[in-house]
């Protein structure tokens, strides 16, 4: 068993109302293929837990953020809930892609026809309801025997504001049956619809590429890099997308991340070696997060991949609070997350003018910005309240700042001089630009 050490620098220096994101190594270690995932097995452990519907005997219990959650082992890897099962932690309900938790019934899902193309129309399970006790309050069948119009296995759910959605796989029944997404709000009339099945995540909600963040409806979301993240993996309150350069994104709600660069080492080494991964987990190990992945090229084995579990939790803690700014129904993702100053929402400068359509200038003698829109320019300085507006004196309630190379602007004194509407939302803690 060969080990190395590589670091990966994280460099996220954001210092508004004392918030400050410092550097970190991560480590690197190449372990046989065989190699463990680093959970203990609670099996005996069942204090507090409440369990309805078990399938499986082989599951473990592995702690994200002072939470737990139930996860099957299948070949030494850990994987979330895959079955029906309604799961009560501490008096808790938790939620898992598969059995859902409503607010007042477990919206669930059978799984036994996943990878297999046994004839769904004889044996697809039903979808079904049950109360928080685990008792079958409605069900509705997908096999011909319950349904003749289906005979469709569904393996994916999903629930949003009072409605129930399934999308039901591709099958062959005398040809080729597409797949498709139902919906219903009374579990009972179902309906075809060209809805994404929206998937709970944490405190977020996602259906295709759009988002809701707590309190908020669906919306799309513009990445301030224009980087491509694909979803990689999800547990707790946990969303981890990777990028095409294999570089990791550890976010509560798809729109402000923590990055974890892939090492530039590993990234020639896999090069030259047309090195290939496949997903072994992600989890938290005594005062890490690790990401396991198994090595399927030439020599196998497994690279597992570590991070200060403590340094990330704080930034993701910060960036909570962080408000949200929509524009034009979209949600901003700005790489450095806005801020609030004495009341004020301080946001990235360039990406939001740029979505605007505005031209921006920088003098960097004199660090000033103009920034034109049609008939209006916007002239300030870094660090100081004064400002012009078509040559016109203006006063901002707070300056604009430069941080980590970005320059950060009040959003409602640069929307309202260009001519925009802003308004605040409370509940979801986003300002809408308009």
Not at 113 to 138: H, I, Q, R, S
Request: with cysteine; glycine share 6%.
């Amino acid at each position: 068993m060969k080990k190395y050490l590589l670091m990966l620098m994280i460099i996220c220096v954001y210092c508004i109302n004392g918030i400050a994101y410092a550097d970190y190594e991560m480590n690197v270690q190449e372990l046989p293929e065989e190699a463990s995932v680093l959970v203990n097995d609670t099996n005996t452990n069942l204090k507090g837990i409440a369990l309805y519907v078990i399938k499986r005997d082989s599951y473990r219990f592995i702690t994200v953020k002072d939470k737990q959650y139930l996860t099957f082992v299948e070949e030494g890897m850990p994987g979330v809930v895959d079955v029906q099962m309604p799961v009560k932690i501490s008096g808790e309900h938790i939620s898992s892609p598969n059995c859902i938790w409503t607010g007042q019934y477990y919206f669930c899902r059978g799984t036994s026809l996943d990878g297999y193309w046994l004839n769904p129309g004889k044996y697809a399970e039903p979808l079904t309801l049950m109360d928080e006790e685990g008792e079958t309050v409605k069900r509705f069948g997908l096999n011909v025997l319950f349904n003749k119009s289906i005979g469709q296995h569904a393996d994916k759910i999903g629930y949003l504001n009072g409605t129930y959605y399934a999308h039901l796989r591709e099958t062959w029944e005398n040809g080729l049956v597409e797949g498709k997404v139902i919906k219903s709000t009374d579990f009972e009339n179902w309906e075809v619809t060209d809805e994404e099945v929206p998937a709970h995540i944490g405190n977020i909600i996602m259906a295709g590429e759009e988002i809701a963040v707590p309190n908020a409806d669906l919306a799309s979301v513009v990445y301030e890099d224009d980087k491509e993240l694909e979803l990689f993996y999800t547990l707790g309150d946990w969303i981890i997308n990777r990028d095409n350069e294999d570089d990791f994104y550890i976010s509560n709600d798809n729109t402000y991340f923590v990055k974890l660069n892939y090492p530039e080492l590993l990234k020639q080494k896999d090069e030259e070696d047309r090195a290939t991964y496949k997903f072994k987990g992600v989890y938290e190990y005594k005062d890490d997060i690790v990401i396991d992945l198994l090595k399927t090229y030439r020599e196998k084995a497994t690279l597992r991949l570590t991070a200060p579990k403590q340094e990330i939790y704080r930034q993701l803690d910060e960036m909570k609070n962080a408000p949200y700014v929509k524009y034009q129904d979209n949600l901003l993702a700005f790489e450095t997350p806005p801020a609030i100053e004495d009341g004020s929402t301080l946001v990235p400068m360039r990406f939001l003018l740029e979505q605007m359509g505005a031209d921006v200038e920088w003098n960097g003698e004199t660090q000033t910005v103009t920034a034109m829109l049609d008939n209006t320019a916007v002239t300030f300085a870094i660090d100081d309240i004064n400002a012009e507006v078509n040559n016109e004196l203006a006063t901002m309630d707070v300056p604009a700042r430069l941080i980590n190379g970005k320059t950060m602007v009040p959003l409602r004194f640069l929307s309202e001089e260009m001519g925009f509407d802003v308004d605040w939302d409370a509940d979801s803690r986003t300002a809408i630009v308009q």
